[in-house]
Each structure stands twice: as structure tokens, then as C-alpha cells.
């Protein structure tokens, strides 16, 4: 009990630690970039959140119940081919129709993919704490590279889109790297095109509910954001 009472409360600590990290580096971050340009850029991250719930469609829950290395393997690679597919009719969309700063919008949602199964895999395996270090060193990287690039004078909204998309994905796969190797099961392997389909139409109901429910939740805090961009 001791145990269980230490680590969550480390967990708890990092958490806390990183939000307030996060809120400062921002509270600086709209002092130094024009208000148009923070404006855009927090239009941009309300999109990414709201397409980045249907990154997965959330068959990274179904990782809780699976047991075997091979079906692990069907579910983190179904989940990662919706990712990928997500993404790129994102990017596409978004750059072709709203702006070119868009065309990053693939690269975020498919590093909130990344980041859903790393994060999964460390509490299935019981590694809360580890996750929570992850999550704190995550939280901390994209804010010191927006300041970073505020310091040599570049303070325009696309900058600001293209590093902290392309910082995420960098630290999303660096980090699904790292947990992978530290983890009992082998997702290396990519199985066949009808063991992901058979895994997909098994847990279609976390498409179907978790992530429709997730998606009208997530529009409705996010969405008045990117409206009062316009």
C-alpha cells in the first residue's frame, strides 16, 4: 500500500509540476508573439485536438485486453494504419483548402497517435511512474523550442506550427522507441491486412462509442477556439 501511495503520488507531482511549466512558458510566450500569431496557432492546436481524437479510433484501449505478443502486434498496427491514414487526409485537407501551415496537421495528429499507444503500453505494463517521467519531459520540450525560436526574433504563427508539430513526433516516436524496447511485447512485426481487419470489426465498439463520444466532447471545448480565430 506504501508503494502504491509513493508512486502515485510521484505521478501526481510530475503532472502538476509540467501543467504549471506548460502555463508559465505560455503566459510568457503571449507576451512576446504578436497576438495574431498566438491566435493562429492556438486555432491550429484546437484542429489538431479535435482530429487528433480520431487518430486511433481508440483501439489503443483494446491493448488492456489482449493478451498474446501477436494480437498486441494486430491491435498496435491497426490502430497506427488509422493514425497514418487520419493523418495524411488531414494534412491534405487542411493545407489544400484552409492554409499551408496546415499540411503540418498530419504530423501532430500522428504524433497524438504515437503518444496514445507509448502511454497505453506503459500502463498496461504497470509503469506509471516512467509514464509520468515521459509525460513531464514531454510537456517541457515544445514551450522551450517556441521560446528558443522567439529568441533569434522568428515569432510568426507558421513557425510556431511547423516546430511543435515537428518536436512532438520527434519526441512521440523517440518515445515509442524508448517503451518498446523496455517492453515484454514485440510490436516490430507488422501482421497481415486481415489480422488487423479481424481486430478492427472485434473492438469497433471503441470507434463507435468511445471515440464518437470523445469527439463531440472535445469539439465543443475546441472548437469556439478556432471560431474566434476567423
Same mark, same amino acid.
Given at each position: 500500500?506504501?508503494?502504491?501511495?509513493?508512486?502515485?503520488?510521484?505521478?501526481?507531482?510530475?503532472? &502538476?509540476?509540467?501543467?504549471? /511549466?506548460? /502555463?508559465?512558458?505560455?503566459?510568457?510566450?503571449?507576451?512576446?508573439?504578436?497576438?495574431?500569431? &498566438?491566435?493562429?496557432?492556438?486555432?491550429?492546436?484546437?484542429?489538431?485536438?479535435?482530429?487528433?481524437?480520431?487518430?486511433?479510433?481508440?483501439?489503443?484501449?483494446?491493448?488492456?485486453?489482449?493478451?498474446?505478443?501477436?494480437?498486441?502486434?494486430?491491435?498496435?498496427?491497426?490502430?497506427? !494504419?488509422?493514425?497514418?491514414?487520419?493523418?495524411?487526409?488531414?494534412?491534405?485537407?487542411?493545407?489544400? /483548402?484552409?492554409?499551408?501551415?496546415?499540411?503540418?496537421?498530419? &504530423?501532430?495528429?500522428?504524433? !497524438?497517435?504515437?503518444?496514445?499507444?507509448?502511454? !497505453?503500453?506503459?500502463?498496461?505494463?504497470?509503469?506509471?511512474?516512467?509514464?509520468?517521467?515521459?509525460?513531464?519531459?514531454?510537456?517541457?520540450?515544445?514551450?522551450?523550442?517556441?521560446?528558443?525560436?522567439?529568441?533569434?526574433?522568428?515569432?510568426?504563427?507558421?513557425?510556431?506550427?511547423?516546430?511543435?508539430?515537428?518536436?512532438?513526433?520527434?519526441?512521440?516516436?523517440? /518515445?515509442?522507441?524508448?517503451?518498446?524496447?523496455?517492453?515484454?511485447?514485440?510490436?516490430?512485426?507488422?501482421?497481415?491486412?486481415?489480422?488487423?481487419?479481424?481486430?478492427?470489426?472485434?473492438? &469497433?465498439?471503441?470507434?463507435?462509442?468511445?471515440?464518437?463520444?470523445?469527439?463531440?466532447?472535445?469539439?465543443?471545448?475546441?472548437?469556439?477556439?478556432?471560431?474566434?480565430?476567423?
Amino acid at each position: 500500500m506504501k508503494k502504491i501511495i509513493t508512486e502515485g503520488s510521484g505521478v501526481v507531482f510530475l503532472n &502538476i509540476l509540467g501543467q504549471a /511549466f506548460v /502555463f508559465f512558458c505560455f503566459i510568457y510566450i503571449a507576451k512576446i508573439y504578436p497576438e495574431a500569431e &498566438i491566435g493562429e496557432y492556438f486555432a491550429y492546436g484546437a484542429v489538431a485536438a479535435i482530429i487528433g481524437v480520431t487518430a486511433t479510433g481508440y483501439y489503443e484501449q483494446a491493448l488492456y485486453l489482449v493478451k498474446r505478443n501477436k494480437s498486441v502486434q494486430g491491435v498496435a498496427w491497426l490502430l497506427l !494504419t488509422i493514425c497514418a491514414l487520419v493523418s495524411v487526409v488531414s494534412s491534405l485537407i487542411g493545407g489544400y /483548402f484552409y492554409s499551408d501551415s496546415y499540411y503540418f496537421l498530419g &504530423i501532430t495528429v500522428f504524433a !497524438t497517435g504515437l503518444t496514445r499507444l507509448f502511454v !497505453t503500453i506503459n500502463i498496461r505494463e504497470a509503469r506509471l511512474t516512467f509514464n509520468a517521467f515521459l509525460h513531464f519531459i514531454g510537456l517541457l520540450i515544445v514551450p522551450l523550442m517556441l521560446l528558443f525560436n522567439a529568441a533569434y526574433g522568428v515569432i510568426q504563427a507558421s513557425y510556431m506550427i511547423a516546430i511543435s508539430s515537428l518536436t512532438s513526433f520527434l519526441v512521440a516516436s523517440t /518515445f515509442l522507441f524508448i517503451v518498446c524496447q523496455r517492453s515484454q511485447f514485440d510490436i516490430s512485426k507488422k501482421p497481415a491486412l486481415k489480422v488487423m481487419r479481424l481486430y478492427g470489426l472485434k473492438y &469497433i465498439d471503441f470507434l463507435r462509442l468511445s471515440t464518437v463520444a470523445e469527439l463531440f466532447s472535445t469539439a465543443a471545448l475546441r472548437l469556439p477556439i478556432f471560431l474566434a480565430s476567423e
